[in-house]
């Protein structure tokens, strides 16, 4: 018997920039170098732009991604609204779904917390998280010792202000109290992006700054998180694709 291929769907939230596109391809290459592996297939859904798999192929998939977005997870766009309603059906069947920055904030709202603007204001950069002590699934989804911090690079103007009831925090920062929690075992949240790099980051505040919806010394601050460091991106890979592959 032909073991079936592991099958993945990423609900891109984000429209591509020209940018990504020129220099990956689209964000799709982007979240399948940072979570695929050789032997997968990967399906691409444009959430943002009203596309979503029918119900009756949610099953095929054994786990799902929710990017980023520009949009406010607490909005009542129709896509907003239908991805919400997804969301509830992924949660009833169990299925893994990993959330990432408006995706995180997404599952919030759909398992009963509350999101809106970051009380401490945005965050754009490199940020180094606390991982929880002593916690059982990030034991597991990193199947040696926990660090007890990783940097991440984060972009948010949101975040999580009540968690849902059944969620666990299993990150914080000085900025942030909700960097990352889990809903059983199937819900994995995280409000930075596991999958950017320098390159991505400085070109999303530049064009921030040239739209002028950023002052230019929060850009130079954002962009000087960086100038020595780097995210713990190998580090996050393992945790996010041992969440989504149950290794």
């Known amino acids: 018997m032909v073991e079936q291929k592991k ?32 032997g997968e297939q990967w399906d691409l859904f444009r959430v943002v732009d009203g596309e979503f798999p029918d119900e009756k192929d949610l ?22 609204v239908k991805l919400c309603s997804v969301c509830h059906k992924l949660d009833q069947m169990k299925k893994k779904v990993l959330g990432i920055c408006f995706g995180h904030q997404i599952i919030t709202r759909v398992k009963g917390g509350k999101i809106g603007r970051a009380r401490q204001g945005p ?15 990030l034991g597991a989804y990193f199947g040696e010792e926990v660090p007890t911090s990783l940097a991440i690079i984060k972009c948010h103007q949101d975040e999580v202000l009540e968690l849902p009831e059944s969620a666990t925090v299993l990150a914080s920062s000085e900025v942030c109290e909700v960097e990352m929690f889990s809903i059983e075992d199937h819900f994995l949240c995280i ?46 890979q393992k945790l996010c694709k041992n969440f989504l592959k149950g290794q």
Not at 59 to 80: Q, R
Request: charged share 30%.
């Open 123 to 137: 965050d754009m950069g490199l940020r180094s998280i606390t991982l929880a002590k002593d916690n059982e699934k």
């Open 7 to 38: 099958r993945f769907a990423l609900f891109l939230s984000t429209c591509d920039s020209e940018f990504v596109k020129k220099t990956y391809g689209g964000y799709f290459n982007v979240f399948v170098s940072t979570f695929g592996d050789e």
């Open 191 to 236: 409000q930075g992006h596991p999958e950017y790099n320098k390159e991505i980051l400085f070109e999303i505040v530049d064009r921030v700054l040239n739209m002028k919806l950023m002052e230019q010394e929060f850009a130079d601050k954002a962009k000087s998180t960086m100038e020595t460091a780097q995210p713990d991106r190998v580090l996050w």
């Open 59 to 80: 099953d095929k998939y054994d786990g799902f991604v929710i990017s980023g977005s520009p949009h406010d997870a607490f909005g009542d766009a129709d896509w907003i």
